[in-house]
RNA sequence: GCCCAGGUGGUGGAAUUGGUAGACACAAGGGACUUAAAAUCCCUUGAACCAUGAGUUCGUGAGGGUUCAAGUCCCUCCCUGGGCACCA
């Protein structure tokens, strides 16, 4: 019965401290501005029905950092909320006859409970969840004021379709032509679309990253970089004969004396001109391909001749007009000129439809002959064949070419993205009405602020098939204009859910405010210090985060113009060498982690099998290790419990070698565990170095405790190891502070400190080596000198015995470290 | 193809500034406790070799280099992962 007391009983103990820190609200966070605070947030979840061990690994981490700041006197500010609008509340209304509403509500109840199973210390009165009207009001309201500035417009244009989500999307959700949320092939459909003029702020946003190199990946960086994409090129008007404009955009005006044709885009205006039936065969056919066949590798390119003819302006030459179904309508002009001899995929082109190449740029190495290059020269070189520019290194011709163009009136010097603007409607249900209002007299309307927001109806009928089902809701979709008062009709589509998710970390500061933010809260706790989430996102909801946050610093309502100083990018969770899914089998719950091990045991796993931005390999082997140590500091603690005294100190104590050697092991480890999770964001050493330290306490013979020191030592190791212990185990940790009889609240006390004297070792192992290889080691006093250390190495018999006859012709001393002997 | 990050025992991973490679954990083996098993506690555990030792040699993807000294720096190459790739 007794020995039933001293178990490890982890669920009793869990719940009974997550009700405790429930009760007292011990996470709430007040604005102090007398404390220095620490935002630190990870990215909310789509509810999507349970946690998955990706959102328990990037919320443990996040975890940890919040309790580790706390104690280390920080104002910390953590909450939670729900990323509550998206399409899979959608296919599970039609699939399972529940309303989305419902299916998302359901899901968050069940996974917040799991949340708060994990024992992660939220401030829950923080909550929010994107579908609220309380929270997509102010979705819409900065949809209007992005209207009022020109930051919102509505244009036709031919944009991504995804067919099985049976909605649009942003180019940077059809990366590679491919729908990123269920991977099917996008194809591209004219259709009246609203965006955000994220190409605004494309310089900005390139610009604000000098800010966030310290502290952002590399990695997270370069892909935006690569995403935004600016180029330095020359604007050339090219000209049809009857002598219209017809200007394209080029990075490389060098080459322009050997273009030998053009390429124009299907979906180019200028080809409604056509009426040969033979060419307009290619160009439905080339407009019916998928974005994905359009832009992939292996796909031949292929084009058509449209008869036009183009004048080059320079040199007066006739070339053919070819339509490519791989030039882009919404890049540039839409139309480029083609170079064979100095870009492969022209030389391709022209090999295939049998162009002349020219050659303009030789090799001066090695001289090359035009009609036997086997691909196109895309180095640089010496400019030939180009009237007055021949001779000149290519590199030099391109700024000379471009004046030239300027001077002659033929050209501009032209900055190009390759972001586009995010095209933010989406003909879905579950989203945010945009609140905008169509009617046939005054055209379009944009809802009055004061009728703010426009509700999304939640009694909805599928019909069974992927329609919006607004679509066919007639007291929805009929209202009168805010204008004329006449009969009009509401924007049926509603916004990507990214829009919710580019400004909900400013609205934690002040969910309830009548304001999109209480200015003093917003100020007090913006920017998020340390933001915690997947690297899938680094163009997605980083970048629309980043445009936001910009836009509304702009408009005044931010004072920081970036919203993330830190930004970790933790690895993904795998299992069998592969990532968690469903289809692959390999998915390891949770909750039945939980249940078996307890919640603390989870999150030692979590920061103990890999540092946080790596891979992590599931392994149960490796959770059963985690619970193993749980157990023995549980064992040790509890059958030392007795010899503890509060705030004991061995300070100025007479102790024992053992004694003096274990209390030099703790602030050793104190010293070591801070650094590793304050400089290194490294937890897996953390928890090794408390290993260690457990490990030591097993090993000392346990006579030693029960003397007067003895026992101050112990109560020095409970009073630093637990509270060292209680980010990564709180429950366990504050069990066993409890049972020592300590009546405060561990997780409330400051973060250990270490005496500097004492988190050093008083023995050092040194090396005596010749010529590099190890001959000799011994155990010296810590204190020692260079000239002793030589001397010890020099009298050592092994090193003599390698030494013998030869001679020496250096001695390198490290201090502290070893000593080489260099013989020859 | 280009860019970035990696490649360390049977496994996950340590090694912070070039200075004892393999911390910590898992797995494996052995021992103690037990009637027995589980749990627990302790010990061994990079490889090879023999003379079995406080022994020798080898060893961080491969090959070269710099250095008294290289997992760490430089060059070439191979492999893995990630990103970019018709953006003119």
Known sequence: ??????????????????????????????????????????????????????????????????????????????????????????????????????????????????????????????????????????????????????????????????????????????????????????????????????????????????????????????????????????????????????????????????????????????????????????????????????????????????????????????????????????????????????????????????????????????????????????????????????????????????????????????????????????????????????????????????????ILPLEVDFKGDSQSPLTSMEEYTKTTCPKCGGAARREIDTMDTFVDSSWYYAKFTSPDSKEIYDRSEVEYWMPVDQYIGGIEHAVLHLLYARFFSMVMHDMGLLKSREPFTRLLTQGMVIKDGAKMSKSKGNVVDPDAIIEKYGADTVRLFMLFTAPPHKQLEWSDKGVEGCFRFINRIWRFVNKHAHLYTANGTPEGAQLSDALEKLRRELHLTVKAVTHDIQERMQYNTAIARMMELVNALYLIDKKEFTAPNGRLVLSEMFDKLLPMLSPFIPHAAAELWEILGNAAQLHDLPWPDYIDALAKRDEIEIVFQVNGKIRGKETVNAGITREEMERLAKNHEKVQESVKEKTVKKIIVVPGKLVNIVVQ
């Open 1 to 454: 019965m007794a020995e039933k007391e001293n178990e490890y009983g982890f669920r009793e103990i869990e719940l009974k401290w997550q009700k405790r820190w429930a009760d007292s609200r011990s996470f709430l966070s007040k604005k102090d501005p007398s404390k220095k605070k620490y935002y630190v947030l990870e990215m909310f979840p789509y509810p999507s029905g349970r946690l998955h061990m990706g959102h328990v690994r990037n919320y443990t981490i996040g975890d940890l950092a919040a309790r580790f700041l706390r104690m280390k006197g920080y104002n910390v500010f953590h909450p939670m909320g729900w990323d509550s609008f998206g399409l899979p509340a959608e296919n599970a209304a039609i699939k399972n006859n529940i309303p989305p509403f419902r299916w998302t509500s359901d899901n968050i109840s069940f996974m917040k409970k799991q949340l708060m199973r994990m024992g992660f210390s939220y401030d829950w009165t923080r909550e929010i969840a994107t579908y609220q009207p309380d929270y997509y009001r102010w979705n819409q309201w900065m949809f209007l004021k992005m209207y009022d500035k020109g930051l919102a417009y509505k244009k036709k244009a031919p944009v991504n379709w995804c067919d099985s989500c049976q909605t649009v999307l942003a180019n940077e959700q059809a990366e590679g032509g491919i729908c990123w949320r269920c991977e099917s092939p996008v194809t591209l459909k004219e259709l009246e679309q609203w965006f955000f003029t994220i190409t605004d702020y494309a310089e900005d946003l390139l610009a604000g990253h000098d800010e966030l190199a310290a502290d952002w990946p590399e990695q997270v960086l370069t892909m935006q970089r690569n995403w935004i994409g600016r180029s330095n090129g020359l604007r050339i008007n090219f000209r049809l004969e009857s002598g219209e404009d017809f200007p394209i955009y080029t990075t490389r005006p060098d080459t322009v004396y050997g273009v030998t044709f053009m390429v124009i885009a299907p979906e180019h205006p200028l080809l409604d001109r056509i009426t040969d039936p033979g060419v307009w065969a290619f160009i439905d056919k080339f407009k019916a391909q998928s974005t994905f066949d359009r832009i992939s590798d292996e796909k031949e390119k292929e084009g058509v001749d449209t008869g036009f003819r183009i004048v080059n302006p320079f040199n007066g030459d006739r070339v053919p007009l070819y339509i490519g179904n791989f030039v882009l309508m919404d890049y540039g002009t839409g139309a480029v000129m083609a170079v064979p001899g100095h870009d492969t995929r022209d030389f391709a082109f022209a090999k295939k439809y049998d162009i002349p190449v020219k050659l303009v740029i030789d090799d001066p190495d090695s001289p090359i002959d035009v009609n036997t290059m086997q691909d196109a020269y895309v180095d640089e070189g010496v400019c030939v064949n180009s009237a007055q520019f021949s001779g000149v290194p290519s590199p030099e011709a391109i700024d000379k070419i471009s004046d030239f163009a300027e001077a002659q009136g033929f050209g501009k010097r032209e900055v190009n993205f390759r972001i586009r603007d995010w095209l933010i409607s989406r003909q879905r249900y579950w989203g945010c009405p945009i609140p905008v209002i169509y009617c046939d007299a005054c055209g379009i309307v944009t809802v009055p602020e004061k009728d703010l927001p426009v």
